[in-house]
């Protein structure tokens, strides 16, 4: 069976953001780990091996695609911020403030160099624009959406986009846009949303091998001292595929942005609406299509469009 073939069965998706990072996991830990804590049937260097490696990560990759929500939602960092009074999650809230803290440094910063200067040079002026752009691109509509992790921060920025511009919920109009994307718009987003699967299930592989590999060292033994570098490898590779992740999810939302600037009048005419041609219409009728689709309030006669004449 070809590879050709394996990918007729499961999405190039799947494929390259959940197997992939499994299974070359798996084939890291077969290399480093010792004798003792190496399944017998994964220790000869034989087509076999592969195989069940293979079996093993599809198995894994599988999971993983199952639990791809719960996951994103921790690393996005809400689970940080929380609203919980139980003893336990003390900890937890404790990490996510500190990481919170860095987020809102970071934001309070681009907010301030994105502040109009009476009298500003051209080189400020450059400045100030490139912050108003990293602002709107990297954080959400506000100090409170603020969330503590990158990449929550990122994705949490384009939900926000449709809201500041077109006055629409991305999460709530997103799934009836996708439907009006050309095939080649809709290739550029399954490219974008497997990029941020491949290196976020890297980041989380890379790192539960890293932590089993040095339960072993501690255990075994299984190597000598000038081969320490092979246990530090997969946690700054973790790091490296977390912040390509982050990247990755900048890209995915940019898509999402471009998508809906360019389809919001399919959606405006699939569901009888009339056009909006001012800031103040749009602001009207966003806000009357956010309450129709979420909580089914009618349309207001007059935002709803005419008979089309022959």
């Known amino acids: 069976m070809g590879i050709s073939d394996i990918t007729g069965v499961f999405s190039r998706y799947f494929i390259v953001g959940y197997f992939i990072p499994a299974f070359f996991s798996l084939a890291l830990l077969k290399v480093v780990l010792s004798d003792e804590w190496l399944p017998s049937a994964v220790e000869p260097d034989s087509g076999t091996a592969i195989l069940i490696l293979g079996a093993v990560g599809l198995l894994i990759g599988l999971v993983l695609l199952g639990l791809r929500d719960p996951f994103l939602y921790f690393v996005s ?9 139980r003893r336990w999650y003390r900890p937890i809230r404790g990490v996510g403030n500190w990481m919170l803290e860095r987020r809102l440094q970071d934001y309070n910063r681009l907010t301030e160099e994105s502040k109009r200067n009476p009298g ?9 624009k490139l912050a108003e752009w990293h602002a709107d691109l990297w954080f959400p509509d506000g100090e409170s959406k603020v969330l503590p992790t990158r990449i929550g921060n990122r994705i949490r920025a384009w939900e926000d986009y ?46 539960l091998a890293g932590m089993v590999m040095f339960a072993d060292l501690v255990a ?12 530090v490898l997969p ?3 973790t790091y490296a595929f977390y912040r390509a992740a982050v990247g990755a999810a900048e890209r995915w939302g940019g898509y999402v942005r471009a998508s809906i600037d360019v389809h919001r009048f399919d959606l405006y005419a699939k569901l009888g609406v009339k056009p909006p041609m001012t800031e103040q219409e749009t602001t009207v009728v966003g806000s009357a299509l956010n309450r129709f689709l979420l909580y089914g309030d009618p349309l207001p006669d007059d935002l709803r469009a005419g008979p089309k004449t022959p």
Not at 77 to 85: E, I, N, T, W
């Open 77 to 85: 960092g809400y689970l940080f911020v929380r609203d919980s009074r």
């Open 120 to 128: 500003e040079t051209d080189a400020q002026l450059r400045r100030r």
């Open 162 to 207: 449709a809201r500041k511009r077109w006055s629409l919920e991305t999460v709530v109009v997103w799934p009836r846009i996708s439907t009006f994307l050309t095939e080649q718009e809709s290739k550029l987003h399954a490219d974008a949303e497997t990029d941020v699967a491949f290196f976020l299930n890297g980041a989380l592989s890379l790192f």
């Open 220 to 231: 075994n033994h299984p190597h000598p001292l000038w081969l320490w570098w092979i246990y």
């Open 235 to 237: 946690f700054v590779l």
